[in-house]
């Protein structure tokens, strides 16, 4: 890569960074405006000091179109609102209304066409000001056809606030709107129902005799738990009625009956003629939790609430570039990018005895490499998320066939540095006998191999950076990113600056085959990992197989190295066999890939329960607080917290003293409810650690963890919380 071209290539880059901060600024209109029409209403006139009123958001499509409900089906993402309050305001959860079945090709969406009512309680403080009431909303949507378009409406509207000793009288011109919501909300069931297994199925069992049903439908509020997209079959019989389901294609074989939380819609024959029933199943209905807003921060919720005042525009996008890019810095010092430290060293000392113009060009080449993949992954990561994927930072080690493939990369480098084999010619010596080309090339993919395992980890202050990109468009989400490759690329490239630095560093000399030969066991132990990883996603065939295209790699490391170093029929046949040997590995990833295992069960005798949105809605109905634990198996930075402070002594016995239930959410393999827990509290990646505390708030810990923070968080606690809340 000739120094003016790579030159050129980090002003374009830089350029980049600027367009985007300036294009965050200036809204464009969309073209899908008018798919969507939201509007802000309320059912009272005006608002009472410390009493709750309704507020509802209605949003009406274009015939063909259709927005979700709070499980999408097999495909989408739910409307989110996020509210702008007055002080001493809180906002309850959404009050869904009950689905549809939608149809779309192969795939089941559960969601409203025409019109749909989402309501949401809202409890005014026990003071209020003369003057009206301003409420403010932003209502995030994706809004499909065959094609799915995101959109958001800024609405808002103002009360008035009702004289002392008065209640509020209803809004005329909204009732018969919310009379009608109210219809198409899901009431208690008013029989008995269980679910059952039978044959490897779920059957739904509604103890209901007589019962006259038809067009029968069942919405789980899991979303792995069925599969969506398969026909449930009614009958009747003498004990009730009876729905035939299919389970979950990600449930082990051995799982126990999914739970009967749900909405289940029928059509009734009655004696006036047919009525449409909806009813809420099971124990884990939506509770009625409430945020409280403040006028300073937002406390991020499933129910997001935001600040009445706080940066915007352009101060938050510089706010969040200025984070990602600490974030960055960051990540160097975190366990995920050990690996490739091997390969830095490697790099400062064979760099020492160059002249300083080509040292500053290695450090250009790194930071070119560093940049041009972060903004590449957030290009694939904004666009699948456009295209309705429930994904965030580190998606890609959610496929196996990306794990296993770093894995086999690492180890073929790790075999380079043992001196299995090498990389061909002069390119294989660490002194001066590289090419001047070869050399930057070199600098540029240890760039990349720096990002490319920097995916598993978030460091502090990324999380929110990154979060809050995703949620402002793509423009603004380049500049984030962008910002988090130059905290990335910045040490080494500054060390590349000044060469005078290097000139301390040991000659080349036959010593560096000892450090070489010691430098390759952090990337075997980071393929130990990455194995452990794939162990997570797979079931044992595809194990079986990744562990198999290990040996692959090596067999063809070895006939490579034979080959160069052989006679001239070795060297035709050596190439052919390495050839057969990808052939074999490309076929060992296409079996590895078709056998995803199951979600994995957390023990229960380690005090955590699973995660799940229906779980955690039922824990907070009872007013319980709850610790939420998002982590994945490729997550070092979760791991780390996980063995080093969550399993500790004091810590469970802290969570055991405040009665606090706890929750992991794995999110090793996509869990669309899990997505959106992140995305609710403005993350792209784990981890996240919530701390509910039973009466309405939560709080956000720190991504990383000590035993102290824990247990502080927890003795702040509500006096009201724990078990001496449950004494009279």
């Known amino acids: 890569m000739p120094p003016r071209r790579l030159a050129l290539l980090l002003a374009l880059l830089a350029s980049c960074l600027t367009l985007a901060a300036a294009e965050a600024q200036v809204p464009r209109p969309s073209k899908y405006a008018d798919l969507v029409r939201a509007e802000l209403v309320t059912e009272e006139s005006a608002v009472a000091p410390g009493a709750t009123l309704t507020a509802g958001v209605k949003l009406t499509m274009k015939p063909g179109w259709h927005v979700y409900w709070r499980n999408p089906g097999d495909s989408g993402l739910p409307p989110e609102i996020a509210w702008t309050l007055p002080a001493g305001f809180s906002a309850g959860s959404i009050a869904w209304p009950a689905p549809e079945r939608i149809p779309v090709g192969d795939l089941m969406n559960f969601g409203y066409e025409g019109e749909v009512l989402l309501t949401v309680p809202l409890t005014a403080p026990e003071s209020l000001g003369s003057g009206p009431v301003p409420l403010k909303a932003k209502v995030s949507y994706l809004v499909c056809e065959r094609e799915c378009v995101p959109g958001e409406a800024a609405l808002s509207t103002n009360l008035l606030v009702a004289p002392a000793g008065?209640?509020?009288?209803?809004?005329?011109?909204?009732?018969?709107?919310?009379?009608?919501?109210?219809?198409?909300?899901?009431?208690?069931?008013?029989?008995?129902?269980?679910?059952?297994?039978?044959?490897g199925n779920p059957v739904l069992d509604i103890d209901a005799p007589g019962l006259q049903a038809r067009e029968v439908a069942f919405f789980p509020y899991s979303e792995n738990a069925l599969e969506h997209a398969a026909a449930q079959v009614a009958t009747s019989d003498a004990t009730g009625l009876h729905l035939r389901l299919q389970r979950g294609g990600q449930a082990a074989p051995d799982a126990p009956a999914p739970g009967a939380d749900g909405v289940l819609t029928f059509t009734e024959e009655t004696g006036s003629g047919p009525v449409r029933r909806a009813y809420a199943l099971g124990t884990a209905t939506p509770a009625p939790g409430a945020v409280t807003a403040q006028s300073a921060a937002s406390l991020p919720a499933p129910v997001p609430v935001a600040p009445a005042s706080g940066p915007g525009g352009a101060e938050g996008l510089w706010q969040a570039a200025f984070l990602a890019f600490l974030g960055g810095l960051l990540l160097n010092l975190m366990p995920c990018v050990f690996p490739v430290?091997?390969?830095?060293?490697?790099?400062?000392?064979?760099?020492?005895?160059?002249?300083?113009?080509?040292?500053?060009?290695?450090?250009?080449?790194?930071?070119?490499?560093?940049?041009?993949?972060?903004?590449?992954?957030?290009?694939?990561?904004?666009?699948?998320r456009a295209g309705g994927a429930q994904i965030g930072w580190g998606f890609q080690l959610q496929s196996p066939l990306v794990v296993a493939g770093l894995a086999y990369g690492l180890f073929a480098m790790g075999l380079s540095l043992s001196g299995i084999w090498h990389l061909g010619g002069r390119a294989a010596s660490l002194g001066d006998g590289l090419t001047r080309r070869a050399g930057l090339e070199g600098s540029f993919f240890t760039g990349v191999l720096a990002t490319v395992v920097a995916t598993p980890c978030t460091a502090p202050f990324m999380g929110a950076a990154v979060g809050?990109?995703?949620?402002?468009?793509?423009?603004?989400?380049?500049?984030?990113?962008?910002?988090?490759?130059?905290?990335?690329?910045?040490?080494?490239?500054?060390?590349?600056?000044?060469?005078?630095?290097?000139?301390?560093?040991?000659?080349?000399?036959?010593?560096?085959?000892?450090?070489?030969?010691?430098?390759?066991?952090?990337?075997?132990?980071?393929?130990?990992?990455?194995?452990?990883?794939?162990?997570?996603?797979?079931?044992?065939?595809?194990?079986?197989?990744?562990?198999?295209?290990?040996?692959?790699?090596?067999?063809?490391?070895?006939?490579?190295?034979?080959?160069?170093?052989?006679?001239?029929?070795?060297?035709?046949?050596?190439?052919?066999?390495?050839?057969?040997?990808?052939?074999?590995?490309?076929?060992?990833?296409?079996v590895l890939d078709r056998d995803r295992a199951g979600p994995v069960t957390v023990a229960a005798a380690e005090g955590v329960e699973p995660f799940s949105q229906a779980r955690l809605d039922a824990l907070l109905a009872e007013r319980r607080p709850v610790f939420v634990n998002m982590t994945a198996a490729w997550c070092i930075t979760c791991q780390v917290n996980d063995r080093a402070t969550l399993r500790a002594a004091a810590v469970q016995d802290a969570f055991k003293a405040h009665d606090v239930a706890q929750l992991k959410g794995?999110?090793?393999?996509?869990?669309?409810?899990?997505?959106?827990?992140?995305?609710?509290?403005?993350?792209?990646?784990?981890?996240?650690?919530?701390?509910?505390?039973?009466?309405?708030?939560?709080?956000?810990?720190?991504?990383?963890?000590?035993?102290?923070?824990?247990?502080?968080?927890?003795?702040?606690?509500?006096?009201?919380?724990?078990?001496?809340?449950?004494?009279?």
């Not at 018969?176 to 297994?197: K, T």
């Not at 040292?359 to 694939?380: E, I, K, M, N, P």
């Not at 039973?694 to 502080?712: E, F, H, M, N, S």
């Open 468 to 590: 809050y990109g995703l949620t402002q468009g793509a423009a603004v989400a380049l500049a984030v990113f962008a910002s988090l490759g130059l905290g990335l690329a910045l040490p080494f490239a500054l060390l590349a600056a000044w060469p005078a630095l290097l000139r301390r560093l040991p000659r080349p000399g036959p010593w560096m085959e000892t450090l070489k030969g010691l430098l390759a066991f952090p990337l075997y132990l980071t393929v130990a990992w990455l194995v452990w990883v794939l162990s997570q996603q797979v079931g044992s065939t595809g194990l079986m197989a990744g562990l198999t295209g290990l040996v692959l790699v090596g067999f063809c490391a070895w006939a490579i190295e034979r080959a160069r170093m052989a006679g001239a029929f070795a060297r035709r046949v050596g190439p052919v066999a390495a050839f057969l040997g990808l052939l074999g590995l490309a076929g060992l990833l296409a």
């Open 341 to 384: 430290l091997s390969i830095k060293v490697l790099s400062l000392v064979r760099h020492s005895g160059e002249s300083p113009g080509r040292v500053r060009l290695h450090g250009l080449a790194y930071a070119a490499g560093v940049l041009a993949t972060f903004l590449s992954l957030a290009g694939l990561l904004i666009a699948l």
């Open 666 to 728: 794995d999110w090793t393999n996509q869990n669309p409810e899990i997505t959106r827990v992140l995305e609710a509290n403005g993350r792209s990646g784990v981890p996240l650690y919530l701390l509910y505390d039973g009466r309405g708030g939560v709080t956000v810990l720190p991504q990383i963890l000590t035993a102290a923070t824990v247990r502080d968080a927890l003795a702040a606690l509500p006096s009201g919380t724990g078990p001496r809340a449950a004494l009279p």
């Open 166 to 199: 008065t209640s509020p009288r209803p809004e005329p011109r909204n009732a018969a709107l919310f009379a009608q919501g109210r219809e198409r909300l899901p009431g208690p069931a008013p029989w008995p129902v269980r679910m059952r297994m039978d044959h």
